[in-house]
Structure formats: C-alpha cells, structure tokens
C-alpha cells in the first residue's frame, strides 16, 4: 500500500507511476479546481446522512452499498473523501486515493476538522498503489468512475478486491452524456442526442483541458464480463421534480424525473 498523505512520504506516488496523459490533464485541472469544491466537501462531510449524486438519493432509498462494518474500503477518486468519511462512520477502514493533491489536502483538513482519520493516498485509479486481493469494496461517486479510463481502472479494482467483494460506483447517465451541450454556456442538457451512442468511451470538451470517461451499457457489461465481474445491481437514479438545480447545471430538474441523469454499478467478484 502507498504510505499516507499525512505523513508526507508519498507525494511523490503519483509520479512514481508513468500517468498517462489523461491522467496528467486532470491532475492538473483537478487542483485547479480543488478550492470550489472545499465548501460543498464541508456540507457533505456535516451530512449524517449517505445520499448519491446531484439527486441526492438517500442510500437509505436505494441500499445499493453492501454492509460496510469491519470492511476494507477504497473509494477510487475519493475527492474531498466525505464518502470516505460517511463510511468510516460505519465502522469501514477506508483509505481514500486521489489523483490531486490540492484535493487531498482538502480532506487531510476536513479529517482534522471533524476528527476522523484514515489513509490519503496520492496515485491514480489506472495503476492502484495496492496489493492484489486487499479490499471488499472499491467505490467512487464522480471519481475514477468518470475520470479515469475504465479499461484501466476497472481491471485494477478487479485485482485489488477480495473475492466476494463489490465495486459500487456512480457514473453521469448515459442519456445525459448523449444530450449534454458541447459548451458550458449551453447547459443544461435537452432532449435531443449530441453524438453518437457507438464508440462512446473518451470525452473531451472545449470548455477546459480535463477528459472524462463514459461507456455504452454493453460496454460495461463487456468490460465487466472480462475482468472477471458480475453485474449485481444497477440503479437509474430519478430526481424529485421540486429539487433545485445544481450548480453544475448539467440538467434541469424536471430532466432527471424523465431519465436517469446519474446511474450506480454494483458488480461483484465472485468467490
Ligand atoms: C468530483 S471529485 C470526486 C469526489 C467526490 N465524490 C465529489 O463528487 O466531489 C473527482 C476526483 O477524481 C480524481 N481523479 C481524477 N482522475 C483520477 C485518477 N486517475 N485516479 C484517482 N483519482 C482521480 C480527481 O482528482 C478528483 O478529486
């Protein structure tokens, strides 16, 4: 396991590894970023309460995580951590590993501002500083779900999970990523397809320099099937018609009571 943030060894593990050059792009954008995520990371860290995504479903809702008491946890592209933290409230022993470290430095605080502490470590999703068959559960909410390639990271939780464990993660609706503007300026989505739904897998866009990741259902399946996981369960999520927008204005309300503007994988590595 890479050693942890806090002690300062391992600034450097995301280095040691070659990043490819997605990787490098969203690191880059990511600490860029980090400081408009550190208030809403404080609400999420106060919330008692695990809910997913801009919809904000309760868990309680959907019961889509496993039993996470006295579990090993990884949550891949962990942020700002609060779904870390949510977890380790749980009893989980969670370890939260993150591309930026502007990011990681964000939850290094909230750990001492809420008094809960557990591994920070710095590294990518696509090359896991971790021995094989060390978690029973990988999640991610918006982390290496959609910034990492799944073609690299899914095969990495497949090695890093025990068998019998699960990887539950949160990705953008593929419908939403078909209706999404190319431009901020034109969010949020509309009812009309973009692109494609064939070939789907890397996203640029011209607004910044990141790139992100979305794959067509069969797809996943595929890339499940060959790594060795099985589908347990997927959960379309529905907004409530009274909900605010977002701030990332990505879809209207209303949309997402119409299609599933965020979907959660549970899929399972068998024993
Ligand atoms: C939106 S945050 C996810 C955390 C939190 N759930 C949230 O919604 O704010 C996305 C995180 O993914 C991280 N990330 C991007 N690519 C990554 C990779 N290859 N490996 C690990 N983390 C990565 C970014 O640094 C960023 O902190």
């Not at 860029?32 to 997913?52: D, L, Q, T």
């Not at 290094?108 to 710095?122: A, I, T, Y």
Request: proline share 6%.
């Amino acid at each position: 396991m890479g050693a942890q943030l806090a002690d300062g060894a391992d600034l450097e593990a995301a280095e040691a590894v070659k990043l490819s050059d997605h990787a490098r792009r969203n690191r880059a954008e990511w600490n860029a970023w980090a400081a408009e995520f550190v208030e809403p990371g404080r609400r999420a860290w106060a919330a008692e309460e695990i809910s997913w995504g801009i919809v904000d479903t309760l868990e309680s809702d959907v019961r889509v995580l496993p039993d996470v008491a006295g579990k090993d946890v990884l949550e891949a592209g962990c942020g700002t951590a609060y779904v870390s933290a949510w977890l380790a409230r749980r009893s989980a022993r969670v370890t939260g590993l993150d591309l930026s470290d502007a990011q990681l430095a964000t939850a290094r605080r909230f750990q001492q501002e809420f008094g809960l502490e557990f591994p920070l470590v710095h590294g990518s999703a696509e090359a896991m500083p971790f021995a094989d068959e060390s978690f029973d559960l990988v999640v991610s909410e918006y982390g290496a779900s959609i910034w990492a390639d799944p073609y690299a990271w899914i095969p990495e939780a497949a090695r890093v999970l025990r068998p019998g464990g699960h990887a539950v993660f949160l990705v953008n609706g593929t419908l939403l990523v078909l209706c999404m503007p190319e431009l901020e300026a034109e969010f949020p989505a509309g009812t009309r397809f973009e692109r494609p739904y064939f070939g789907m897998h890397r996203f640029e866009w011209p607004d910044d320099d990141s790139v992100d990741f979305h794959l067509g259902y069969g797809d996943w399946i595929s890339l499940f099937t060959a790594t060795g996981l099985e589908v347990d369960d997927f959960v379309e999520l529905q907004g409530k018609p009274d909900a605010e927008p977002s701030r990332f204005n990505l879809f209207a309300p209303e949309w997402a009571t119409k299609w599933p503007a965020e979907e959660i994988w549970r899929v399972r590595k068998p024993r």
